[in-house]
């Protein structure tokens, strides 16, 4: 069975610092990975997207986020975190195979608070 | 540029009404998702439709139907409310055809059944 796996429930960091967001999956074959920001009261945004190629993607507003196949992670990274950035962040897999409309199966969600 | 738009944004209902949400895709999106997100939880999947036929089915109650409609709009349809439907609701699409295309979500519906 598919799975996503955000082992932090938050991550705190001071604004201008380095932020890391884990990321790990469990699923059969190679699956589409994704991003997604969900501030108070709000839908889900999109942030970026791993489809093939380049292990590395970059997104929306300096995020990236890396893909490491043998690890079966897809960490969020941004060099400089800022206030602005606090929000709970969701990890999300869709499996490449049964066609095109597979649904996404989200993470637990790890909430980032960034620290002026 | 278009979004995904839900209504209504906020429904209180009381227990064992019903209620109706709708969802309005992004233009040329022919993939509608519904996911129900409790306090403090991840998004659930509940149901999806492509070209108008139900294509998969998550952990929606029997209670609840949904169904999108020819120009690809969709409903979703709660009934016997519990206290427990009292969550954010959210409608999804993507583009057609796309296997590596990502879903566009709307702000939701937050129900609140008393």
């Known amino acids: 069975a598919q799975s996503v796996a955000q082992p932090e429930d938050q991550v705190n960091v001071a604004e201008g610092n380095p932020l890391t967001v884990k990321c790990t999956y469990s699923v059969s074959g190679n699956p589409y990975l994704f991003w997604y920001v969900q501030y108070p009261n709000r839908g889900l945004q999109f942030l970026l997207k791993?489809?093939?190629?380049?292990?590395l993607v970059k997104g929306s507003y300096g995020f990236e986020a890396e893909f490491n196949k043998s690890q079966t992670s897809f960490h969020l990274k941004k060099p400089s975190a800022l206030v602005s950035d606090s929000a709970l962040y969701f990890c999300?897999?869709?499996?490449?195979?049964?066609?095109?409309?597979?649904?996404?199966?989200f993470g637990t969600g790890t909430l980032l608070a960034v620290q002026p | 540029a278009a979004g995904v738009i839900q209504s209504p944004r906020h429904l209180i209902k009381e227990k064992r009404e019903t209620a109706t949400l709708k969802c309005y895709p992004i233009p040329r999106h022919d993939t509608v998702y519904w996911y129900q997100q409790g306090p403090g939880q991840d998004p659930q999947f509940l149901i999806s439709?492509?070209?108008?036929?139900?294509?998969d089915k998550g952990s929606i109650p029997d209670r609840f139907s949904a169904q999108q409609f020819s120009d690809y709009h969709s409903e979703l349809n709660m009934s016997s409310l519990e206290l427990g439907d009292s969550a954010l609701y959210f409608c999804?699409?993507?583009?057609?055809?796309?296997?590596?295309?990502?879903?566009?979500f709307g702000q939701g519906t937050r129900l609140t059944v008393v």
């Open positions: 439709f492509y070209e108008k036929m139900q294509s």
């Open positions: 999300a897999v869709r499996d490449r195979e049964g066609g095109a409309t597979n649904k996404l199966i």
């Open positions: 791993y489809i093939t190629g380049d292990n």
């Open positions: 999804a699409s993507r583009v057609r055809g796309g296997m590596n295309t990502e879903a566009f």
